[in-house]
Nanobody, 120 residues
Framework: QVQLVESGGGLVQPGGSLRLSCAAS????????MGWYRQAPGKQRELVAT???????NNVDSVKGRFTISRDNSQNTVYLQMNSLRPEDTAVYFC??????????????WGQGTQVTVSS
């Protein structure tokens, strides 16, 4: 089993910054893509950003130029640096990893979610 522990959420004023972290632990063999999703009240969960093992990233248009995803493969950790935050960024943020077992079987794991609230 693989466990994900998120941290870094909180309350911030518009224009402020937060950095989310998500550390994976447990029976880790190979972590493939890592990513962040978010879900605002009354809305569907949406993809925010992804990063491959080699460091290639992909961000949803609404966060381009403001959010940066990164990873530390030695620590099995993924980060989301969020700058110039807006009230519409308010949501619960979830990290994900695509994990491949030694057998080749791949599955996706989710973090427990961390609340980000942008408000004055």
């Amino acid at each position: 089993q693989v466990q994900l522990v998120e941290s870094g959420g909180g309350l911030v004023q518009p224009g402020g910054s937060l950095r989310l972290s998500c550390a994976a632990s447990g029976s880790i063999f190979s972590i493939l893509v890592m990513g962040w999703y978010r879900q605002a009240p009354g809305k569907q969960r949406e993809l925010v950003a992804t990063i491959t093992t080699g460091g290639s990233t992909n961000n949803v248009d609404s966060v381009k130029g403001r959010f940066t995803i990164s990873r530390d493969n030695s620590q099995n950790t993924v980060y989301l640096q969020m700058n110039s935050l807006r009230p519409e960024d308010t949501a619960v943020y979830f990290c994900t990893i695509d994990h491949r077992r030694q057998s080749g079987y791949t599955s996706r794991y989710w973090g427990q979610g961390t609340q980000v609230t942008v408000s004055s």
